[in-house]
């Protein structure tokens, strides 16, 4: 659900931010239906996500969820840090946040017809209601939950979560920070690995 964070985290190439930002959508073993430059970056996106299950830094922040909505812990760190990544843009990235998401929609739509139809509509809404900038925002991470909450088949305590970032912003903030870190030297590792494999 970290949709900033992979696109940050894929580098300069417009397949893997593509296919980073997809990555969710993508259900089954790879390469499925998609162009190797998708399937690559869909790889990367997975390999990300393998890595922040273990990384001390991730598994601190799963820790300070309540035990109400621990279940939810993972999907909730990614939406944390997805706000503050795009809350702390400025002082992460030299391209503004709005340019940088525009870039990430345009690239998105020119492949939109190589991506599975499911994902579509999600992929069209993520760029009408500009849902990276909308990260910087407690009420865009808010909608967010509420939104993931709906769509949900089963009860959940989603709706609202928001507070267990509002009740240790420091403590999320510090392992955001450390996790980064940690998960950007990961990246440009497996990328660079990836190149010469």
């Known amino acids: 659900m970290n949709y ?6 894929a580098g300069q190439s417009p397949a893997l931010i593509v296919g980073g930002v997809i990555g969710d959508f ?3 073993p ?4 998609l162009p190797q430059d998708l399937t690559r970056g869909v790889a990367l996106h997975r390999a990300i996500d393998s890595f ?3 990384n001390p830094a991730f598994c601190a922040s799963r820790n300070r969820v309540s035990p ?3 279940r939810y812990a993972g999907v909730l760190v990614d939406i944390f840090y997805d706000h503050l990544l795009a809350r702390d843009w400025d002082q992460i990235h030299h ?3 709005g340019d940088y998401s525009a870039s990430i929609y345009q690239s998105i739509a020119d492949r939109l017809h190589e991506i599975a139809t499911p994902a579509h509509f999600a992929l069209k809404l993520m760029a009408e209601e500009d849902w990276l900038s909308s990260y910087a925002r407690i009420d865009g991470i808010s909608d967010v939950l509420a939104r993931m909450s709906r769509r ?12 267990e970032f509002l009740s ?4 999320f903030a510090t392992d955001f920070y450390d996790w980064l870190g940690d998960a950007g030297q990961f990246a440009r590792s497996w990328i660079e690995r990836d190149v010469t494999d």
């Open 4 to 9: 900033l964070a992979h696109a940050l985290l």
């Open 26 to 28: 993508i259900k089954g």
């Open 30 to 33: 790879l390469p499925g239906l």
């Open 52 to 54: 922040a299950e273990t």
């Open 68 to 70: 109400a909505r621990r």
């Open 95 to 97: 391209q503004p946040l």
């Open 152 to 163: 949900a088949r089963q009860p959940n305590p989603l709706a609202g979560a928001e507070e």
């Open 168 to 171: 240790d912003p420091t403590g």
